[in-house]
C-alpha cells in the first residue's frame, strides 16, 4: 500500500444511540483491507473509547483514521471544553462524567487509559475552552 487511506468520520455528540459507529465502521474497512485482527481489534477499542470521550465530554468532533504501509493513524478532534489535568485524566477511574452519564454505563474513567493500552504511542494536545486533540499510532 503506497498511498495513505483516509477514513473520515463525524461523531455526533450526546447521542448515546450512534456513539461508536465510526469505530464500528473502521472495523469493517480495516477487514476489508485484511488486516490482522489483532491490529484492528486494537484499533476499534481505541476509536470506540475516544468515540465515547467525545459524546461523553465534548459534545462530538471529528475522527481520522490513516492507514500508512507500516502503522494507522487515529486523530480525534473536538472543540469541547478540554482537558484540565492530562497527567490526572490518564490515571485509571479518574473521571469528570456526571452522574447522569454514569447512570447509563459510561463514564468510568477508564477511556484515556485504554486508549493508552491498545495504542504503541498516544499524545494529548488540550486546551481548556478551547478543545483537545488525540492522536494515537498502532504499529503494523
Excluded: W
Excluded at 454505563?105 to 485504554?114: D, E, K, S, V
Excluded at 504503541?120 to 486533540?133: A, C, F, P, Y
Amino acid at each position: 500500500m503506497s498511498e495513505v487511506l483516509n477514513f473520515h468520520f463525524h461523531v455526533d455528540g450526546d447521542d448515546f444511540t450512534s456513539a461508536g459507529q465510526a469505530s464500528i465502521q473502521i472495523k469493517k474497512n480495516l477487514r476489508r483491507l485484511g488486516l490482522d485482527p489483532e491490529i484492528i481489534r486494537r484499533v476499534s477499542i481505541a476509536m470506540y473509547e475516544g468515540e465515547i470521550n467525545m459524546v461523553i465530554h465534548a459534545h462530538g468532533g471529528e475522527a481520522d483514521v490513516n492507514v500508512y504501509e507500516d502503522f494507522i493513524e487515529i486523530i480525534l478532534k473536538d472543540t469541547g471544553p478540554g482537558i484540565e489535568n492530562i497527567e490526572k485524566a490518564m490515571q485509571e477511574g479518574f473521571s469528570t462524567a456526571a452522574d447522569q452519564i454514569r447512570s447509563l454505563g459510561f463514564g468510568a474513567g477508564m477511556g484515556l487509559p485504554n486508549m493508552r493500552r491498545y495504542t504503541d504511542d498516544m499524545k494529548i494536545e488540550s486546551t481548556v475552552g478551547v478543545g483537545t486533540t488525540v492522536t494515537m499510532r498502532v504499529n503494523l
